[in-house]
């Protein structure tokens, strides 16, 4: 009898942590139109726009996979206890004011403009589930998907606010021919009402 309470918690709250991620998913993925436009309003006074503007990977491919990795909206503990820590330090209104970065109206037409590519969305998942891309035809076609993650350049971008006016964001991208990684950390600060970005690192490996 006691074990089946125990094994009865920890059933209910693995059901609490899927429900909270699929609830937060939708909400995420289908925002209010108007806020959409609120944010297009929002393009000179974003810290995305200096990102967007300046966003180049050499030796790209034609089609370009792209993760969301705001932290933010990570599924399971990791997304509670960020944001927690958002509360804490008051930067909720943060990503109430930007949104975030793949949700800026601009990033795919500046991307894919920028660097003569196409995006292709890649699901986040929950924890630990396999990467699959997020076109529902292409996912049927298994070794066209396969092939694409075999080729092309892959991207996770994730924003890490550090006050209303100072914003890292981390870049990996992933060249699958040549097997070679380039991480890139930038910082955004506003001074004087104009964001500024400074690269602090780049790596290759």
Known sequence: MLDFKKYFGVIITMIFIITSCTS?????????????VLTANQDQTS?????LNNFRF????????????????????????YDKELKKNGLE??????KDLVQYPTFLEKIETNNG???????????GELMQL??????ANKELEKRLFEEKAFVQITE????????????TIFYPVSNK???????????????QMELLKREIK
């Open 24 to 36: 937060q998913n939708k909400k995420i993925q289908a925002p209010e139109e108007k806020d959409v």
């Open 47 to 51: 810290p995305y726009e200096k990102y």
């Open 58 to 81: 050499e030796n790209g491919t034609d089609t370009l996979l792209v993760q969301r990795e705001s932290r933010i909206f990570y599924c399971g503990t990791g997304a509670m206890e």
């Open 93 to 98: 209104e943060y990503f109430k004011k930007y």
């Open 117 to 127: 590519t196409k995006i292709l969305w890649v699901d986040r998942g929950n924890e």
């Open 134 to 139: 997020e076109d529902k035809t292409i996912q």
């Open 160 to 171: 890490n606010p550090l006050a209303m006016d100072e914003v890292e964001i981390y870049t």
């Open 181 to 195: 990684t380039e991480n890139l950390i930038h910082k955004i600060t506003k001074n004087q009402g104009d964001w």
